[in-house]
């Protein structure tokens, strides 16, 4: 059963492409708490996914959006308000890298793809937070919300340019949350979630490295889509009115971590 956590809310979510997406597990979730919300992805993506169908399950409608793009972002509002008012939560799981997907090492990137590259997975956020701060489409008390990656702190081959988003991405949640809280009384943090199997990340090199590397290191374990779209719905409820500006690991423990004794035991051969 249900707690109906948001239950009345209404939003928007970016970036649901199929079911392995944590934005879908974030929306079906959503759904099941109550809220109402419009989903949006690039059209581009809109063609790849199954977005349609988690727009039937969740009884909405999909607006296309190109999140770099200010007119783009401008409708999507437009629609989002005219059909809701206000909003209360907004959560932005876009990221894309032209490099990682080419294979493209760290030492010799093609920086036109780089600037698109950041772009797409964190200007875009400022793009997202600046139109709905000028269009007056939250809340007061609205919660805006985007995934991220321990890459922004430490360093992972393979991950390429990525993590450079990922920091200006975080840096955005915490400059942009100050003004939008002391201005409109908005929240805006960022999650950091573990190496998870999606679409976007099984295409990252040396991923399943990542992934089982987190697992032998973190006390819980990796945390999966689905207990990450629990995650968000908590950020999105009242229960979590007075977080902002905070980049929250959702990692069982792997952020905290130096060594465990279950990778001390595999590298000294079980000794």
Request: proline share 2%; glycine share 8%.
């Amino acid at each position: 059963m249900s707690l109906q956590l948001l239950k009345g809310k209404k939003g928007i979510i970016f970036g649901a492409l199929d079911e392995s997406s944590i934005a879908w597990k974030v929306a079906e979730k959503a759904f099941e708490h109550g809220a109402e919300f419009i989903l949006t992805n690039a059209p581009v993506a809109l063609r790849m996914g199954k977005i349609n169908q988690l727009a039937e399950k969740c009884n909405t409608e999909v607006v296309g959006a190109d999140a770099t793009s200010i007119e783009d972002l401008e409708n999507l509002f437009k629609v989002a308000t005219e059909k809701y008012g206000k909003l209360d939560f907004v959560l932005h799981s876009i990221g894309m890298s032209i490099n990682v997907r080419k294979k493209k090492p760290y030492t010799d990137l093609n920086h036109d793809w780089m600037m698109k590259s950041i772009d797409i997975s964190a200007i875009s956020f400022h793009k997202t937070m600046q139109t709905a701060y000028k269009m007056d489409a939250l809340n007061n008390g609205a919660s805006v919300l985007a995934l991220t990656y321990i890459a922004a702190q430490k360093t992972f081959p393979g991950y390429g340019e990525m993590a450079e988003a990922k920091s200006m991405l975080e840096s955005f949640a915490r400059s942009f949350g100050y003004y939008y809280g002391k201005d409109k009384k908005v929240r805006v943090n960022t999650i950091s979630q573990s190496p998870t199997i999606t679409t976007a990340g099984s295409g990252i090199e040396g991923f399943d490295v990542f992934y089982n590397y987190a697992e032998k290191l973190s006390p819980l374990g990796n945390a999966d889509s689905d207990s990450c779209a629990d995650y968000c719905i908590v950020m999105f409820s009242d229960l979590t009115r007075m977080v902002t500006m905070q980049n929250l690991f959702h990692d069982g423990g792997y952020s905290s971590i130096g060594l465990s004794e279950a990778f001390i035991e595999e590298m000294s051969g079980g000794k």
